[in-house]
């Protein structure tokens, strides 16, 4: 069985409400009907019901069995209301603005019924830069105790199976923070091997990136990758990790042998950590575009509940199989 159904079977058993606040995108419709077919989660849908049906029926989507919520209609919005004010108390938010957001950004609205518990998990993206999803998902759900870092990772599956595990190679982060320093960079390394083991199954292997390996080049965004590497051999962590590394030393047996020889990690890596955005972004997309490579995610990493984010070039099944993995993320 294929990453995917493995997930989706996990799925299937926990069967999960997951929120999908953008039904005006048509992709999001048809999955909604792929995902109550598939029965890998209940979904709920966010806006005016008329509206929302119309569109369904005049895309061909049968979404009979999802549950529409209108925030304008909504029994407990001044909770979520009062909520909100009281989160965001330290920026003086005011009730009507806090009223505004409730009533007009079905983000916010949906990351509150996750933070409520009236549902699991959100899955939003396709019709909004990511920028809108993480902040309405950091400023309502927030890190997990313990957490400071929010960030994200793409599970990226290629189809010769020559990199990573059969193919399966983790890429961070490539949606959240545009300039790590170290201590974030050891965060991000941290947060992708957790989901490795717990989302794919993978025993994570991390190659802390850069255009140098092990001081071929000099240069102060080489030291933060070094520092990163010295911050997690101080947190002991629990999992095997080399850098700095070039990215041809990292998934290149021969190369690694060459450029890092004796390294745990080098031609072997299941875990590529990015050291800015910009290179994790483009890096992501070229891999997808030029390889043909799924490219699953982002998922983020840190929130106390799941809200993951969609490319806005994503496809039906995209969105769909990220359901199924936010379903298997909720504890
Ligand atoms: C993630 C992002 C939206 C956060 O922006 P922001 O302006 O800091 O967001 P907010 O003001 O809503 O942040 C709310 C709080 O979360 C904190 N925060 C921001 N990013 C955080 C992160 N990655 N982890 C933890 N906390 C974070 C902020 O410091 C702020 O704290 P405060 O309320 O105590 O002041 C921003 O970093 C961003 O746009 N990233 C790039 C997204 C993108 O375009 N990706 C490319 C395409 S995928
Ligand atoms: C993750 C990502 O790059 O999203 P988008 O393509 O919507 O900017």
């Known amino acids: 069985m294929g990453l995917i159904e493995t997930i989706k079977e996990k799925a299937k058993l926990k069967l999960?409400?997951?929120?999908?606040?953008?039904?005006?995108?048509?992709?999001?419709?048809?999955?909604?009907?792929?995902?109550?077919?598939?029965?890998?989660?209940?979904?709920?849908?966010?806006?005016?019901?008329d509206t929302i049906k119309a569109d369904a029926a005049k895309h061909g989507a049968n979404i009979d069995g999802a549950t529409i919520v209108d925030p304008k209609k909504?029994?407990?919005?001044?909770?979520?209301?009062?909520?909100?004010?009281?989160?965001?108390?330290?920026?003086?938010?005011?009730?009507?603005?806090?009223?505004e957001i409730m009533l007009n950004e079905p983000r916010f609205f949906g990351c509150m019924m996750v933070r409520l518990g009236d549902a699991d998990g959100l899955v939003a993206g396709s019709n909004s830069p990511t920028a809108d999803v993480l902040k309405a998902a950091i400023q309502v759900?927030?890190?997990?105790?313990?957490?400071?870092?929010?960030?994200?990772?793409?599970?990226?599956?290629?189809?010769?199976?020559?990199?990573?595990?059969?193919?399966?190679?983790?890429?961070?982060?490539?949606?959240?923070?545009?300039?790590?320093?170290?201590?974030?960079?050891?965060?991000?390394?941290?947060?992708?091997?957790?989901?490795?083991?717990?989302?794919?199954?993978?025993?994570?292997?991390?190659?802390?990136?850069?255009?140098?390996t092990k001081g071929s080049a000099a240069h102060p965004l080489v030291d933060k990758v070094q520092f990163a590497c010295d911050i997690l051999n101080e947190r002991n962590v629990n999992f095997s990790f080399d850098g700095e590394l070039q990215a041809d030393a990292a998934i290149v047996e021969s190369i690694g042998a060459k450029k890092a020889p004796g390294s745990k990690v080098a031609g072997k890596a299941n875990i590529l950590v990015f050291p800015d955005l910009q290179s994790g972004n483009i890096g992501y997309k070229l891999v997808q575009r030029f390889a043909g490579a799924e490219a699953h995610g982002p998922i983020v990493q840190g929130l106390n509940k799941p809200v993951n984010d969609l490319s806005r070039g994503c496809s039906v099944e995209d969105i769909a199989n990220l359901v199924a993995i936010t379903a298997t993320q909720i504890k």
């Open 16 to 49: 999960r409400t997951i929120v999908l606040p953008e039904p005006e995108d048509e992709r999001v419709l048809k999955a909604t009907e792929q995902v109550l077919k598939d029965k890998t989660a209940n979904v709920v849908l966010i806006g005016n019901a």
């Open 74 to 99: 909504f029994d407990n919005i001044n909770k979520y209301i009062d909520e909100l004010v009281e989160l965001r108390k330290n920026k003086n938010l005011s009730r009507d603005e806090a009223t």
């Open 141 to 212: 759900i927030k890190t997990a105790p313990g957490i400071n870092t929010v960030s994200s990772t793409f599970i990226m599956e290629t189809a010769d199976g020559k990199f990573g595990d059969n193919g399966l190679i983790l890429f961070a982060d490539c949606a959240v923070i545009p300039e790590p320093n170290a201590e974030q960079l050891a965060d991000i390394a941290c947060a992708t091997a957790a989901t490795a083991a717990s989302v794919v199954g993978l025993d994570p292997r991390v190659a802390m990136l850069s255009f140098s």
